[in-house]
């Protein structure tokens, strides 16, 4: 299940790939610019990251492999029984992907038992909308976005520091993931940390001369509030 997962944010990292908006691009570099690495200091820790919870989230700078940055944010802003209100943006030069979805995670172990109940969806702030009775059939479209919060922690993986924008994990979790899609496979290293909410990914990397990256820059367990309109 971590291959989704990684897979998920190594997908994110080469959105930027597509033609250049002068508007987000503008966004982007701003964004960039006012970035800077925190001294915060991670013990390590044992185990997975904790439940779903309202009010967490978690921010990724992403560098695809032309080397044009991005932003990823995925957050938790409402419960509705079972189900958990999340939401993802996805920015980059090309410009905004946005979602807002409820959806039953179970266990958070398979997401091809995933539940989705609603979704919105936002392109470059323009809203795209699905009827109910889409939902279901159109999954395949949203598996990477439900794939960033699964959990399939391994108590045997090896043990390794890494840093990022948001400090310095002591022990984190390292896998080297052989990722297929098709016919298509890369290898790509991922550091998972207990302490960091929904996924625990600090930071992964593709194997290669030009590696797709997505490195940990801010994160909080309360304060994540909904983008969308009511």
């Not at 503008?26 to 013990?43: F, I, Q, W």
Request: aromatic letters at 10%; a positive charge; proline letters at 6%.
């Amino acid at each position: 299940m971590y291959r989704r997962v990684v897979l998920a944010l190594c997908l994110l990292a080469a959105v930027g790939c597509g033609r250049i908006n002068d508007a987000y691009k503008l966004e982007v570099d701003r964004r960039v610019a006012a970035l800077h690495t925190t001294a915060a200091s991670y013990a390590q820790e044992d185990g997975a990251p904790a439940g779903l919870e309202v009010g967490q989230w978690a921010e990724y700078k992403l560098t695809g492999s032309n080397k044009r940055p991005g932003f990823a944010t995925y957050k938790v802003v409402g419960r509705q029984g079972e189900a958990f209100w999340v939401e993802t943006s996805v920015t980059t030069y090309s410009g905004k992907q946005e979602t807002r979805m409820l959806i039953d995670f179970g266990d958070r172990t398979d997401p091809e038992k995933f539940k989705v109940h609603a979704i919105k969806m936002r392109t470059n702030d323009k809203p795209v909308e699905y009827p109910p009775a889409a939902l279901q059939m159109m999954q395949a479209m949203w598996k990477p976005i439900l794939s960033q919060f699964v959990i399939d922690w391994s108590a045997s993986a090896p043990r390794e520091d890494a840093s990022a924008g948001a400090g310095r994990f002591e022990g984190c979790y390292k896998r080297r993931l052989d990722i297929g899609v098709g016919p298509y496979h890369q290898k790509t290293d991922a550091w998972l940390h207990p302490v960091v909410p929904i996924n625990g990914i600090v930071r992964s990397a593709t194997v290669g001369k030009n590696p797709s990256i997505s490195e940990l820059i801010a994160f909080g367990n309360t304060g994540a509030v909904s983008s969308f309109s009511p």
